[in-house]
């Protein structure tokens, strides 16, 4: 299987605290993304990492690739309990989008 | 944003009947959609692309007579659980490709929870 492994599998922190995920990945990529799904939803695009980017803000979002080891990190700075969901990353290793293999996900829980 | 809907959200039915989901782009038009598989707590796993006009493309161990999949127009695709069993009980969720740029990213539906009695 090519599916990623995140860990850790659950995290629980405080509102305020930082979040920090991370994925690992078998195959060379063509772009790592990252993933939230909130609980019996659907999934909503948080980043997109290309394989020649070693790293990547959006808003209170930051993510990392280090292609060497095969591995991604999401970090969430400042949590709040909105941000409860879980996360997965996906990787693509044509570009097109069409066969992107999710990770095992990681479920955060902010609590107030 | 590009809006995917998709359902119903949830659906119950006895063993035997047949479900249909609906997966539609509502601002955009989608020639390639895929629809997944989720169980509680897990991963989702491609079960199938949807292509406009044409067959779908069908993952390894998903069987096409179980699943059917159409996409008769840009902006819908639908899935029929044929014969549904309890074992098919799951979340099926469905997505599209942004409409921008590459197409690199992903928009989904809302998905559907099927409870097969």
């Known amino acids: 299987s090519q599916q990623g492994e995140e860990d850790p599998q659950a995290l629980s922190i405080q509102e305020g605290e930082n979040a920090t995920m991370n994925c690992s990945y078998k195959?060379?990529?063509?772009?790592l993304q990252w993933y939230r799904q909130n609980s019996g939803r659907g999934l909503v695009h948080l980043i997109l990492?290309?394989?020649?980017?070693r790293e990547k803000h959006s808003g209170r979002l930051r993510v990392t690739l280090d292609t060497s080891k095969k591995s991604s990190s999401l970090l969430i700075t400042a949590s709040r309990a909105a941000d409860t969901a879980s996360y997965f990353c996906?990787?693509?290793?044509?570009?097109?989008?069409?066969?992107?293999?999710f990770g095992t996900g990681t479920r955060l829980q902010v609590t107030l | 944003g590009a809006v995917v809907s998709q359902h119903p959200s949830r659906v119950i039915c006895k063993s035997g009947t047949s479900v249909k989901i609906e997966c539609r782009s509502l601002?955009?038009?989608?020639?390639?959609m895929f629809w997944y598989r989720q169980f509680p707590k897990k991963s989702l796993m491609l079960m199938a692309t949807?292509?406009?006009?044409?067959?779908?493309?069908?993952e390894q161990g998903v069987e096409k007579d179980k699943f059917l999949i159409n996409h008769a127009s840009l902006t819908l695709s639908t899935l029929t659980v044929t014969s549904a069993h309890p074992e098919d009980s799951s979340f099926y969720i469905c997505?599209?490709?942004?409409?921008?740029?590459?197409?690199?990213?992903?928009?989904f539906g809302s998905g559907t929870q099927l409870s097969v009695l």
């Open positions: 997505s599209a490709r942004s409409p921008d740029g590459l197409g690199e990213k992903l928009f």
């Open positions: 195959t060379s990529i063509n772009n």
């Open positions: 990492i290309r394989s020649n980017e």
């Open positions: 996906a990787t693509d290793y044509t570009g097109t989008a069409s066969k992107l293999t």
């Open positions: 601002d955009f038009q989608a020639t390639t």
């Open positions: 949807s292509n406009e006009g044409s067959k779908a493309t069908y």
